[in-house]
């Protein structure tokens, strides 16, 4: 599986964007860009995924690279609840079904 | 949408006995992970279902545990004579649709200590 890097941690102050990268040089063309978010005492939730093209929804942005070799998570407002473990994810598009693979991820801490 | 249901939520075994969990995917959901996560790690894949056929299993499954999910809905992970080591939270997720980027819903996991 393609691999990528995280920061191990990063500090947010609270109504403060959040910019959080990600770098996966090995990215393959059918590879997606998937984010999840780990909240204390709770299992994993999808934030958001993409190909090529920066994408929007209701909890985030995904800006992607045009060599796709990175990609930055963006956080508009954070707010204490948005203090998790940040997983950024390749995820082959041609095999239905493939499991995630996770690695350290970026755990964000947030102040008021 | 009731989302994903573990059970137990918690479990206290002693070494060498046998444990079982139940996950509850989300209805009609066909796919079925079943994950395990240590303390500051990310969660590792165990095993994955497509309705009622294990498809995939990682080389952490050990012969020790073993997976069902008998009518394609919900499933069972079990261990038996439990270590020390198997301690760790085993997280359950589905996904449902076509599509390969679907996302997995996970449930809050089952934390099991193992004394």
């Known amino acids: 599986d393609a691999k990528t890097t995280q920061p191990n941690s990063m500090e947010s102050n609270e109504e403060e964007p959040v910019h959080l990268p990600c770098n996966h040089s090995t990215i393959s063309g059918t590879d997606y860009i998937h984010w999840y978010r780990q909240l204390p005492s709770q299992g994993p939730e999808y934030v958001i995924h993409?190909?090529?093209s920066n994408v929007n929804n209701r909890m985030a942005s995904l800006a992607i690279a045009e060599d796709r070799k990175s990609s930055t998570l963006i956080l508009h407002r954070a707010t204490l609840r948005d203090a998790a473990v940040y997983y950024c994810i390749l995820r082959d598009g041609n095999q239905a079904g493939t499991a995630l693979i996770f690695g350290k991820g970026t755990t964000l801490s947030v102040s008021s | 949408d009731t989302g994903v249901s573990q059970d137990p939520r918690h479990k206290i075994t002693k070494r060498g006995q046998n444990v079982t969990f139940r996950c509850d995917p989300i209805?009609?959901?066909?796919?079925l992970y079943w994950y395990r996560q240590t303390l500051g790690q990310g969660p590792e894949f165990l095993t994955y279902?497509?309705?009622?056929?294990?498809?995939?299993k990682s080389r952490l499954l050990s012969d020790r545990f073993s997976a069902e999910r008998p009518k394609g809905s919900f499933s069972t992970l079990e261990i038996q004579r439990t270590e020390q080591g198997d301690s760790a939270m085993y997280l359950c997720?589905?996904?449902?649709?076509?599509?390969?980027?679907?996302?997995?819903?996970f449930g809050n996991g089952t934390r099991l200590t193992v004394t």
């Open positions: 997720a589905s996904s449902g649709g076509q599509g390969s980027n679907s996302p997995l819903h």
């Open positions: 209805s009609e959901h066909n796919r």
């Open positions: 993409g190909l090529t």
């Open positions: 279902f497509q309705n009622e056929a294990q498809l995939e």
